[in-house]
């Protein structure tokens, strides 16, 4: 048998990709019996010779599909108590199907509903501007990646990676991410995905529960043996005011998956007081930028944007003392009301598969630190993102509108009075604002500094008509949630802190790859011994 990979493949744009099954024809001699496409990339530096670069393998016989299978545990090594893992989004998710490959059935609780009933209840808030804090943009099935572009690439190098793709096919995704140098799912299509990954778990046995809560943990000795979880449709009022479970449920359990995303900010504080490890980490906040997706398509490939796929775009600026950054890149995409407190501002970006919407967003943001928060307390971060969501409410009218500039306003520190071609994409509505009052002043320096330094490299980024809207906090989790080799808890054993939210993760793949990787550690710390292939 034959097995020839072939790299570095040009096709000019518009070439048809049979023309790749003709090269692999004509160098294995013979109609390839085995045919497939490993990567494919984009090369735009010359724009007046745009050409896609490929790897393609193929054989004279046909080849086995790779099959993943696991060593299950033992009956006998089975857990007294069942595995609950406490999130839904992509690190609950993959945790919860490599367990059931492992014969280990969990329950996965997701404090906001299924992706079907948070759809309906974002479009609700879009136009009643009534939040659920607890079925949004950031809570519920899928997580919040789930209404983002659902983009794939990383800059982790783990060999999970690979898994994680193979593993989004399985369950729906579009079969192009194996091998495309950027790939993404899209907003539309992860919906899907999710929602097949849930009915997974329980045609094979695990629970899933919805709109259900971690709101206690029990812990003896130093190792957790109860969780107090509860179902949220059910509550009475405290003397202070507060919403208390009118049914809170105490299970016992083996071991606590604690995959909560990084927006679960009461989680983090009960857990602080349950003497759970944890430290204010570093991470970037900012603004959404839009520009009409046509520039952008223009400014990156000339006039062969009209051939090609709707453009994206990395930044980054030293211009300033901090750094400053491009983020969440979403061609053809919308900004999203993300608020999961009543009383905050919060953007986030999405597209759908087809990125087919008329502007483009990114976030651009700016690094900050402990000095920033004024405090070294643990959840420093936290208050730190609630009180320029705060601000940013207040700017926008208290009415969950978005305050929005534009970037040669911004530059100038005045107030806009007008849109010019590129319109506001926020579901919620924007309201006129100087974003020099909504974010600190390291802040929109920096971001002053970074946006004529961007424009240097994609011309038109600093287009006088762009739009700036506020405020992007969310960009990854505020604190770690410290964990020791074995991937549980440095002071709670049989909790294990994992995927984004813990501070382990920045996106869709690397927290999928962290359940998988939090999922192996439980197994073998039950006794299972891997014998994979």
């Given at each position: 048998m034959r097995l020839l990979t072939i790299?570095?493949?040009?096709?000019?744009?518009?070439?048809?990709?049979?023309q790749l099954l003709a090269i692999a024809r004509k160098r294995l001699g013979a109609t390839p019996a085995h045919f497939a496409i490993k990567k494919k990339s984009l090369d735009a530096r010359d724009k007046n010779n745009i050409?896609?670069?490929?790897?393609?393998?193929?054989?004279?016989?046909?080849?086995?599909?790779?099959?993943?299978?696991?060593?299950?545990?033992?009956?006998?090594?089975?857990?007294?108590?069942?595995v609950l893992i406490v999130g839904g989004g992509p690190a609950?998710?993959?945790?919860?199907?490599?367990?059931?490959?492992?014969?280990?059935?969990?329950?996965?609780?997701?404090?906001?509903?299924?992706?079907?009933?948070?759809?309906?209840?974002?479009?609700?808030?879009?136009?009643?501007k009534l939040l659920d804090t607890q079925t949004n943009i950031q809570f519920g099935e899928g997580g919040a990646g789930t209404f983002s572009d659902g983009k794939l690439n990383t800059q982790t190098h783990s060999p999970l990676n690979k898994e994680v793709l193979a593993t989004f096919v399985r369950f729906g995704a579009p079969e192009e991410i194996l091998y495309l140098s950027k790939p993404h799912i899209g907003s539309d299509n992860l919906k899907k995905v999710v929602k097949n990954m849930r009915e997974y778990i329980l045609a094979n046995g695990g629970e899933v529960r919805f709109n259900?809560?971690?709101?206690?943990?029990?812990?003896?000795?130093?190792?957790?043996?109860?969780?107090?979880?509860?179902?949220?449709?059910?509550?009475?009022v405290g003397g202070n005011g507060e919403k208390v479970s009118s049914n809170p449920e105490k299970i016992p359990v083996s071991a606590l998956i604690l995959a909560i995303g990084h927006s679960a900010r009461d989680t983090f504080e009960k857990l602080l007081n349950k003497g759970v490890a944890m430290h204010a980490k570093n991470f970037a906040v900012g603004v959404r930028i839009e520009h009409l997706q046509s520039k952008i398509g223009m400014a990156q490939y000339g006039k062969a944007y009209t051939q090609l796929p709707p453009a994206d775009y990395k930044l980054v600026s030293h211009a300033k003392d901090r750094a400053a950054f491009t983020f969440c890149m979403c061609p053809g995409g919308y900004v999203?009301?993300?608020?999961?407190?009543?009383?905050?501002?919060v953007t986030n970006g999405m597209s759908n598969y087809a990125r087919d919407g008329e502007n483009a967003n990114s976030a651009l943001i700016v690094q900050v630190?402990?000095?920033?928060?004024?405090?070294?307390?643990?959840l420093g971060g936290v208050e730190f993102q609630r009180k320029l969501e705060r601000a940013a409410y207040r700017a926008g009218g208290e009415s969950y509108a978005a305050p929005a500039q534009l970037v040669g306003d911004f530059m100038q520190n005045r107030t806009s009075t007008r849109f010019g071609e590129v319109q506001p994409t926020y579901a919620a509505g924007?309201?006129?604002?100087?974003?020099?009052?909504?974010?600190?002043?390291?802040?929109?320096?920096?971001?002053?500094?970074?946006?004529?330094d961007m424009d240097k490299k994609l011309r038109g980024f600093a287009a006088s008509e762009a739009i700036l809207t506020a405020v992007e906090s969310r960009t990854s989790s505020p604190v770690r949630i410290e964990r020791d080799e074995s991937l549980q808890s440095v002071t709670v054993k049989g909790l294990y802190p994992c995927g984004e939210g813990a501070g382990y993760a920045g996106g869709i793949t690397s927290s999928a790859a962290d359940g998988l990787r939090v999922a192996e550690a439980l197994f073998t710390h039950l006794g299972g011994k891997d014998d994979s292939n």
């Open positions: 790299s570095d493949v040009k096709l000019p744009v518009g070439t048809d990709e049979k050409r896609y670069i490929y790897t393609i393998e193929c054989a004279d016989a046909p080849q086995p599909k790779p099959q993943f299978s696991y060593a299950q545990l033992p009956k006998a090594k089975q857990p007294k108590e069942k609950g998710l993959f945790c919860a199907i490599r367990l059931i490959a492992r014969g280990i059935q969990p329950i996965l609780i997701e404090r906001g509903g299924s992706v079907e009933e948070r759809e309906k209840k974002i479009n609700a808030f879009f136009t009643t259900t809560r971690l709101d206690d943990i029990i812990v003896q000795d130093g190792k957790l043996t109860h969780a107090v979880i509860c179902k949220l449709n059910a509550y009475t999203m009301p993300s608020a999961s407190e009543e009383g905050g501002v630190t402990q000095a920033d928060f004024g405090t070294d307390a643990p924007t309201a006129f604002a100087n974003l020099h009052e909504v974010l600190p002043q390291a802040v929109t320096e920096t971001l002053q500094f970074a946006l004529t």
